[in-house]
């Protein structure tokens, strides 16, 4: 009886409480922006003048840093793939100091016109109440990583008026796995945290959009169009990394080169005002008001760059709304042009697309922006546009093809301690013999090989060359489809790993296919043996271990 009240408490009582973590989170940081807002308008009147950003930018960004510099040790920005790395490799253990110092940083940047967005750091809130919450509650302990998601997901649910985002969110992004024991508690705080917001809110589209008509002239644009979204895409990329680099590369005093950036952007926004601040009210004017196309460019261009630099700089904030921003006024831009199609429609496309590329998210992406405006009807074109913007996007800039999928396994790839001792192994140190079948064998000529050996998966071979592979699954459905004979039960053409892959080759195959064994073949496609991944994770394991004990003893001496 006593393990039956804890399930129900674990299930539905505490994902209860943690989905009101995230949503008072997300209130209490809206109002926060409001009050920094107020402030800055009252004491500068940054709503009339706007060539009060020139001098205003750099003194708040060198404050900024200060801060930064000052009372953290790490003084990296807080995104949400930070969040996603604290839940899958720290457990759910956060540094709540930088928690609140980025929350009240942000909604500085926020309410002062900085063009950022606010997703990140509130992200960061939901998720360190909850983890600190359900750390005081005893039968809670070991789920702290699924109620950090829990809270993490009902305030992005709740900021953006989005349950199924919020619940995709969480799913895709934080946890990269589903199951009834997580989708039951991140669906019931992520409905927690809507309900707390529209209470408060109102049950309102974030953007007010007017209906769109689908057509099938906006799928074929859609192909089209996220072509070119993926090159805003791959310049926002690269300018923002372009910015670290430079800093380094100059070697110049940290508060100068922020004060620097912070006059350059300060300019911008003295030039185009439109791109300042979050920017919802501006993307509803795309959808209110006929747009000049070479304005709509100019601004979707401007907003890029200013966005980039401040992001680039470490500057706290999030990229969820510049990225709608960008996406939106270059998707009538587009739309504009062709003239075959509304280039509203287009701007919605557009906005999903660009922060599904910037974000590496095109499913959450695209769900978010469909419900921001409420606009289900182009749920098909939204969706091909985001799925190929981030796609094409990789294809050049890939960042982060494997990076999730092994958070979910505790490895974060952009360590670089981890990625030297990747780059160290290779392939041919962890290949072990495994049983090798023809295609013209049957299960009843192999039965007693199959059943001495420790193997998942047998290599099938003609003339040495790997031609398929048979798994138990495999031998388990033979019996299915009525014919036991390898040929008809292989997996033909198999993915492989080469023998002088090293350690991230193995990273990348392995994040993609969960597997216990990887066929090896050499460079001229001859079969080599199969790899143990078992044995290749323990093995990097141990040496990431050792390796960092060995370097904190080192510092302490």
Same mark, same amino acid.
């Given at each position: ?9 674990? =299930? ?41 950003? @020139?001098?205003?930018? +750099? ?16 003084? %990296? ?7 996603? /790395?604290?839940? =899958? ?33 509130? =992200? ?13 509650? +005893? ?14 997901? %009902? *305030? ?10 919020? @619940? ?5 992004? @934080? ?45 074929? &644009?859609?192909?089209?169009? %996220? ?11 690269? #300018? ?18 922020? =004060? ?22 501006? @993307? ?26 401040? #992001? ?53 992406? *695209? ?28 294809? &050049? ?78 031998? /388990? ?26 350690? %991230? ?13 990887? +066929? ?17 994770? /323990? ?7 050792? /390796? ?10």
């Amino acid at each position: 009886m006593k393990q039956k009240s804890i399930k129900f408490l674990n =299930a539905l009582v505490v994902p209860i409480l943690v989905g009101a973590i995230g949503g008072y989170s997300a209130i209490f940081f809206r109002e926060l922006i409001k009050l920094n807002e107020s402030l800055f308008s009252t004491l500068f009147n940054t709503d009339q003048n706007s060539y009060i950003y @020139i001098i205003l930018l +750099p003194l708040i960004l060198v404050f900024s840093r200060i801060v930064s510099k000052n009372f953290l040790k790490d003084t %990296s920005n807080t995104t949400i793939n930070s969040v996603a /790395r604290n839940i =899958a490799i720290k457990k759910g253990d956060f540094d709540y100091k930088k928690g609140i110092i980025a929350v009240i940083l942000t909604s500085i940047h926020v309410g002062a016109g900085i063009p950022v967005g606010r997703e990140g750091p509130i =992200a960061k809130l939901g998720s360190s109440i909850s983890s600190l919450f359900s750390k005081m509650i +005893p039968f809670t302990a070991s789920n702290v990583p699924l109620y950090a998601t829990c809270g993490v997901s %009902s *305030a992005i649910a709740a900021t953006f008026n989005a349950p199924i985002a919020g @619940i995709v969110f969480g799913i895709e992004i @934080i946890l990269g796995k589903i199951s009834i024991d997580t989708l039951t508690p991140v669906t019931i705080s992520v409905i927690t945290g809507t309900l707390i917001s529209r209470f408060y809110l109102g049950n309102y589209p974030t953007v007010a959009v007017p209906h769109l008509v689908f057509s099938f002239h906006l799928l074929y &644009f859609a192909l089209f169009s %996220s072509i070119i979204f993926a090159l805003y895409v791959l310049v926002f990329k690269k #300018l923002a990394a372009s910015v670290g680099m430079l800093e380094k590369k100059l070697n110049i005093n940290p508060y100068l080169f922020i =004060a620097i950036i912070g006059l350059i952007v300060g300019v911008l926004i003295a030039v185009m005002p439109e791109i300042k601040g979050i920017g919802y009210g501006e @993307i509803e004017t795309i959808f209110s008001q006929k747009q000049n196309l070479i304005h709509a460019f100019v601004l979707s261009a401007t907003k890029l760059i200013a966005t980039a630099l401040i #992001l680039g700089s470490n500057i706290f904030g999030g990229v969820f709304a510049p990225s709608i921003f960008i996406g939106g006024f270059s998707g009538y831009f587009l739309g504009g042009l062709a003239n075959t199609v509304d280039p509203r429609a287009i701007a919605l496309i557009g906005a999903a697309s660009v922060t599904a590329g910037i974000a590496n998210a095109p499913l959450r992406s *695209a769900l978010i922006v469909m419900e921001l405006s409420q606009s289900y009807q182009l749920i098909v074109p939204i969706l091909i546009g985001s799925v190929l913007t981030n796609y094409i996007a990789a294809l &050049f800039y890939n960042d982060s093809s494997s990076y999730r999928a092994m958070l979910s396994k505790g490895f974060d790839v952009s360590d670089t301690e981890l990625l030297k001792i990747l780059n160290k192994i290779k392939t041919e140190e962890l290949i072990e013999p495994t049983p090798m079948f023809r295609k013209e064998h049957t299960l009843v000529e192999l039965k007693d090989i199959i059943e001495k050996s420790e193997a998942k998966y047998f290599p099938v071979l003609e003339e040495n060359k790997l031609i398929g592979i048979v798994s138990l699954r495999d031998i /388990r459905m033979s019996r299915k489809i009525g014919d036991n004979r390898i040929e008809k039960i292989m997996t033909r053409k198999p993915r492989s790993l080469k023998k002088n892959s090293s350690g %991230s080759d193995i990273i990348n195959y392995t994040s993609k296919m969960d597997v216990d064994l990887v +066929p090896v073949v050499d460079s001229e496609e001859n079969f080599v043996g199969m790899f143990n991944v078992n044995k290749f994770f /323990r093995k990097i394991s141990i040496e990431y271990a050792c /390796r960092t004990k060995s370097q904190e003893t080192d510092h302490l001496e």
